[in-house]
T-cell receptor
Framework: AQSVAQPEDQVNVAEGNPLTVKCTYSVSGNPYLFWYVQYPNRGLQFLLKYITGDNLVKGSYGFEAEFNKSQTSFHLKKPSALVSDSALYFCAVESGGGSQGNLIFGKGTKLSVKP | ETGVTQSPTHLIKTRGQQVTLRCSSQSGHNTVSWYQQALGQGPQFIFQYYREEENGRGNFPPRFSGLQFPNYSSELNVNALELDDSALYLC????????????FGPGTRLTVT
């Protein structure tokens, strides 16, 4: 069965420092991976996706993610964190083998960036 | 902000009642997916509609049903509400099915008492 794991409930980073939010996945077949961000009392916003090609994917707001097939990971990164990046981050995998688009989400990681 | 809208914003219902939630998809999108997000959890896929037909369903009982209209807006209906149905219900639209990114609405907060 397809699944996503986000091993950290919370990540704390000082403003200006690099940040990493971890995600590992388990899928049969090709993985189609996504990152979304959720601000309080808001819906999810798309950040980036990996479908195929370059293992380093660049997305919105300066975020990027690195796909690592051997480690089955898709970690979200940003070189320099901002206080405004504080939010809930979800990793997701598409469960229909690329045909349906229904997403399986991890439980989320709360990112806290302190000034 | 995405062009996906949902109504109502908040809703309080009593156990056993029925509820209808509505979603307007982003212009140009023909696919709508519904998710349930319980407090402190990631969203869980309920079902997806593509061109007015159900195109996949998650592990939810039949009392969760839906519709998609010719303008690609959608409804989620829940019958015989249970306390565990209390959650944020998210609608997401996408250009097509498959690996196209989904654009989420702000959600409807349903409380069942």
């Amino acid at each position: 069965a397809q699944s996503v794991a986000q091993p950290e409930d919370q990540v704390n980073v000082a403003e200006g420092n690099p940040l990493t939010v971890k995600c590992t996945y388990s899928v049969s077949g090709n993985p189609y991976l996504f990152w979304y961000v959720q601000y309080p009392n808001r819906g999810l916003q798309f950040l980036l996706k990996y479908i195929t090609g370059d293992n380093l994917v660049k997305g919105s707001y300066g975020f990027e993610a690195e796909f690592n097939k051997s480690q089955t990971s898709f970690h979200l990164k940003k070189p320099s964190a901002l206080v405004s990046d504080s939010a809930l981050y979800f990793c997701a995998v598409e469960s229909g083998g690329g045909s349906q688009g229904n997403l399986i989400f991890g439980k989320g990681t709360k990112l806290s960036v302190k000034p | 902000e995405t062009g996906v809208t949902q109504s109502p914003t908040h809703l309080i219902k009593t156990r056993g009642q029925q509820v209808t939630l509505r979603c307007s998809s982003q212009s140009g999108h023909n696919t709508v997916s519904w998710y349930q997000q319980a407090l402190g959890q990631g969203p869980q896929f309920i079902f997806q509609y593509y061109r007015e037909e159900e195109n996949g369903r998650g592990n939810f009982p039949p009392r969760f049903s839906g519709l998609q209209f010719p303008n690609y807006s959608s409804e989620l209906n829940v019958n015989a509400l249970e306390l565990d149905d209390s959650a944020l219900y998210l609608c997401a639209s996408s250009q097509k099915t498959g690996t196209y990114e989904q654009y989420f609405g702000p959600g409807t907060r349903l409380t069942v008492t």
